[in-house]
């Protein structure tokens, strides 16, 4: 294929976005869904030129360009910050998808296995914050939700937030969770309160309320292993 006229001088099959259309996503090699992703080439090359130059950069691995930042990006000739922040974002979005497919694969079974997964939220802030883990009915993991940012000795719970996002994820369950600066984990009364309110309402929408985890450095409490609602 040669650069000059630019990709419009193509035939009409071998047009990454017309190619795409016509024989589907699975019929494009990485560097044809790049170029789409880059719209547009210089006066010199072509934007499939342009994205065989950014594999190049990743040593044509998907895993490394994924870990590349702008200013590595704006490096290839004709790229330019517009061009490189939007590669960085869709990369990020693939990147996210990953992760959530392997959320589903997680089962929390224990509250242990719930603290493991959630503590890299919560573990060592100087304020508290306040989470649900959102399960389907194998009690796999679906999502995590953030709901509040607070102070360094509470935070504000909106049940019409936590309800809101559960129904979003036509969660089966979920486990509130959020952590103690100070590194006490003993749950105050209002702890108790808010976590057995959100256990009866839970029953209400035909959902289980399956912890409550206050989370602090490399220890946490669970109110259900606990007795406490």
Known sequence: MSEQGGIRSWAIEDRPREKLLLKGKNALSDAE????????????????????????????NLDELGKLEIHDLEQIKGMGTTKAVTLAAVLELGRRRKNQESLSRIAITSSRAAYEYIRQYLEDLPHEEFYLILLNRANRIIRHAHISKGGTSGTVVDNKIVFAEALRSKASSMIVCHNH??????????????????AEACKLLDMTLLDHLIVGHNKYYSLKDEGDF
Do not use: W
């Open 33 to 60: 869904l790049i170029a789409i992703i880059l719209r547009t080439g210089t006066k010199s090359k072509t934007a499939l030129h342009m994205a065989m130059e950014v594999l190049q950069r990743a040593g044509n």
């Open 181 to 198: 600066p100070s590194g006490n984990m003993v749950p105050s009364e209002s702890d108790i309160a808010l976590t057995r309110k959100i």
